[in-house]
């Protein structure tokens, strides 16, 4: 049997949330008696065991607060588990902030060997890249502008171009889709199926269920930091409406 290519066993990420500091004698005293160490602990992620196999396309879904971004980078080696363990077996590029990786005083030719060099791509392959990039950017009058002064969009392009085009095993995304116009989007829907159709794998996050079922036939439906479903994408669907809809008539 072939090992996952992404496997998290038993992960849990804590954040540790400090209070504000006391000012006054009154405060000090509230403080002291409500929280004796002057932080509390959150649980962005509790209990999560994940295995995807190479080619799947996954989709992350949950209200805002649920744990998608965390998740997410979690996968992507950002964040560290407070417990459990993550194993990828393959390379990894993600798109999780709009502009994350990128240098606004570097300019987009710049930021293009910069995000190679992060995804452990030498400066001769980005070479080779280059041109192809910056043609399904749609850019090439902007490559010498510090990004700096891109747009939402213009960022949400040439990042997605850069790590869709570096041929990692895992491409991860966090909502970037909705950025661009409708034009590069459905450009981007495409160059996401041939990555899938080249037998790679795909994470993404996103509050839009036509995407998600679009991409991706499998979904984790996180809620509370919590798996609570895990399988086909229209259960996995049908039962976040479902959740929905108890806690709006709750």
């Known amino acids: ?148 002064n891109y747009s939402s969009g213009m960022y949400a392009r040439l990042g997605f171009a850069i790590a869709t085009d570096v041929d990692a095993d895992i491409l991860l995304i966090d909502e970037i889709l909705g950025v661009g116009d409708e034009a590069f989007q459905k450009k981007s829907v495409a160059r996401i199926e041939a990555h899938l159709a080249a037998g790679k794998t795909v994470v993404f996050v996103s509050h839009d269920a036509g995407s998600i079922q679009k991409i991706c036939s499998r979904a984790v439906l996180l809620h509370n930091g919590e798996p609570s479903f895990d399988g086909n994408t229209t259960d996995a669907i049908a039962e976040y409406r479902r959740q929905q809809a108890a806690e709006t008539h709750a």
């Open 1 to 148: 049997m072939t090992d996952p290519l992404l496997q998290l066993k038993d992960v849990g990420v804590r954040f540790r949330l400090h209070f504000e500091r006391a000012f006054t004698l009154k405060e000090v005293f509230i403080n002291t008696v409500r929280r004796k160490n002057g932080y509390r602990d959150l649980w962005a992620l509790k209990g999560i065991n994940l295995d995807i196999k190479a080619g799947e396309a996954v989709g992350i879904i949950g209200r805002n607060g649920s744990g998608k971004s965390t998740l997410l980078k979690v996968i992507a080696g950002v964040f560290e588990p407070t417990v459990g363990t993550r194993t990828v077996n393959g390379t990894v590029a993600a798109l999780i902030e709009l502009g994350a990786g990128f240098n606004g005083e570097l300019t987009g030719r710049e930021n293009v060997f910069l995000n190679g060099a992060i995804m452990g791509r030498t400066k001769a392959e980005m070479l080779s890249r280059y041109e192809r990039i910056v043609e399904f950017a749609g850019l090439k009058d902007f490559m010498d502008t510090p990004v700096k």
